[in-house]
């Protein structure tokens, strides 16, 4: 069966990219990536101190809209969905690049880690991608495709991650059950899961740069992916090519992950 697919092949198609730090983030790579290919774009901040950060990369990438969310401030997440409502009356994709656990519970091993702590990392990392999943499918009215951002960690013990690694791990079993749930209203749900990249977010790993050196060591091609790769991928499964591909947990990471 032939696939119609528009050039370019997002065109008309609206996303929404949240998690954009700086001009280093992942989050960052996928909003330039659905750009090229024609999507129009929503760019959310973190806060008035991210905002300077963020604002020049929502410019470059056009973003019709450029909104304030911390998803932890109670009104702010369906804040950012009633405007998009608003403004476009439809949603296509949504990324989901947000994560975050107090430093003492990320550096203090998981034994060591707080209840606390765990529930924070936990309902930021992984509970927000429901909550978001929620607002969002109603939106995505012609069907539409969800990403979440994961890592290796989920899957295999990465020493220093810590209690990153539980929450990646239910943050994963999350995009299968929001594939299952979802897949009937044509909505796909994938969690990415990149090699190690030089992003604010993963400074904060004890001996980050050993995971980087081990990484390009382990990798097939011999070299760290970068934003781009990853946004790219996305971009792929957003677009038709990509519409029996769902649930998965894809990895980008010049196939260091197959190593033993």
């Given amino acids: 069966m032939k696939i119609e697919v528009p050039r370019p092949v997002l065109k008309n198609k609206k996303a929404l990219v949240v998690g954009i730090a700086n001009e280093h983030s992942i989050a960052c790579g996928c909003a330039k990536a659905f750009r090229e290919v024609g999507a129009e774009i929503a760019v959310t901040y973190l806060n008035d101190k991210a905002k300077p950060h963020v604002e020049p990369l929502a410019t470059e990438v056009e973003a019709a809209m450029f909104m304030p969310l911390d998803v932890s401030k109670p009104g702010e997440l369906e804040a950012v969905f009633e405007r998009i409502a608003s403004e476009w009356g439809q949603l296509d994709i949504l990324v989901h690049s947000i994560a975050f656990a107090p430093k003492e519970d990320l550096q203090g091993g998981l034994l060591n880690c707080s209840s606390k702590g765990f529930s924070v990392a936990m309902d930021i990392s992984c509970h927000s991608f429901i909550r978001m999943a929620r607002l969002a499918a109603p939106l995505m009215t012609d069907g539409g ?111 260091a992950s197959i190593m033993a």
């Fill in 145 to 255: 495709t969800m990403f979440a951002m994961s890592y290796h960690g989920a899957q295999k013990v990465v020493p220093n991650y810590n209690v990153m690694g539980p929450v990646k791990a239910a943050l994963e079993a999350v995009c299968r059950y929001l594939a299952y749930e979802l897949g009937p209203r044509k909505i796909r749900v994938h969690a990415i899961s990149p090699g190690p990249l030089k992003t604010r977010a993963a400074s904060g790993l004890k001996d980050f740069d050993r995971m980087l050196n081990d990484a390009v060591e382990r990798s097939p091609v011999g070299e760290l992916v970068d934003i781009m790769d990853v946004g790219f991928a996305c971009a792929f499964l957003a677009t038709p090519y990509g519409r029996r591909l769902t649930g998965q947990t894809v990895y980008v990471d010049g196939g």
